[in-house]
């Protein structure tokens, strides 16, 4: 085999064919799009976002900080990219997303060891293989990859949030603020207890698309719909995406009893997410419910929440500690389809699947970071979970091999973990010569 495959063009797929590609791989990357399309794409461009167009915090002190730090010192194309298309989002890195979709293709397509092809992996493909197909596997490639590693796969269902037009806001009632006055980029929609306890009462009671088995449906806990939420208990929502903790409305000098938060989706600030509003609601039920949020009774929705199905693979129960079937070495799985959730976690674990596929083929050993650091702790956790209880994660401090005798401060010993984090990912670089050997500048 003179070549090494990558299915799937997504944040994942475009990273394991950069880091092998970058180290003198030749590469086919094959992604369905557009000759088949998703429940949820819009584009035929590689890496296209299609939930949110946050990649959260970049403060160093928080696990998606310290998660982007250590993929800098990856190369990593996700963050190059979010770089070149990043709009204001106070310390978190957003970016327009068609602006990131497209320098993402760009980096991908230049590069003269990559040949894109456009066509729907059905089955695995023979030879060295990284599969990263995301949740929206196509059924065939999702029978092949189950007759591959054995039927103990699990599903769940994820939500996606509106978007709205600048230009329908009524900001007369909308105002710009961050919480804590740390920044202005984020609009927000005051309510009273009054008409927040209509709006619950509201979303209680609102149509939502039926799904096969609907309530055994194992929702993943970071990204619920607001629905599922409100049915927990009245409070819920105003203690979690309705929190108005740190913003005071301008027009009261006061704090209201909750708030819905609009984060941009675009560069010129035309399009805005409402925070936390993944939903399931029948598009007429968006419509009724969504604009009884003040500031929002005109607005003119520009995408509509909807709901898709993601499947992803039980890592502890099928593979092996760098991702690879335990009977095809050199076939290895990354992105959202190993049970990483997140956009990042996503990417990085491409990068790792690239980097170590490359190691095979050297008959060199797979190398994963140490558990002190970010990736490795993520990497810890898909590997060492309860098979039985296993669920999609995301990077946080949590799975990090904890500190002995460090700060008691929850800040000072954030930073303390940062720093032995970085410290120790350096040290992984360089004692297994990690660093790739560049053929293109991009």
Known sequence: ???????????????????????????????????????????ADLGELVCTNSF???????????????????????LASADESRVPAGSALAV????????????VEAHPAIRVVREETRTIPSGPTVIATGPLTSSALAESIANELGRDGLAFYD????????????????????????????????????????????????????????????????????EVMAARGADTLRFGPMRPVGLCDPRTGARPYAVVQLRREDRAGQMWNLVGFQTRLRTGEQRRVFTMIPGLEQAEFLRWGSIHRNTYLNFPACLTEYGSSSKRPDLLFAGQLTGVEGYTESAVSGIMAGINLDRLLKGRCPAVPPPETMVGALFRYLRQADPARFQPMNSNWGLVEPLVGGPRKKLERRAALADRASRYFENWIAEHEIMPRRLVAT
């Open 1 to 43: 085999m003179s070549h090494v495959t990558v299915a799937g063009g997504g944040l994942a797929g475009c990273e394991a064919a950069l880091a092998l590609a970058d180290r003198g791989r030749d590469v086919v990357l094959l992604e369905m799009r557009p000759e088949k399309g998703t429940p949820a794409h819009q584009t």
């Open 56 to 78: 959260k915090s970049e403060i160093p002190t928080t696990a998606h900080g310290q998660l982007k730090r250590e993929m800098r010192c990856l190369d990593s194309a996700l």
């Open 96 to 107: 327009d997303r068609r602006l990131f979709s497209q320098a993402l293709t760009r980096r």
């Open 159 to 226: 939500a996606i949030a509106p978007i709205v037009h600048a230009e329908s806001l009524d900001r007369g009632i909308v105002f710009e603020a961050g919480r804590y006055k740390q920044d202005a980029d984020y609009l927000n929609c005051p309510l009273t207890g009054r008409e927040y306890r209509t709006f619950i009462d509201a979303l209680r009671e609102a149509d939502v698309y039926a799904g096969h088995d609907w309530e055994r449906v194992p929702y993943f806990e970071g990204c619920l719909p607001i």
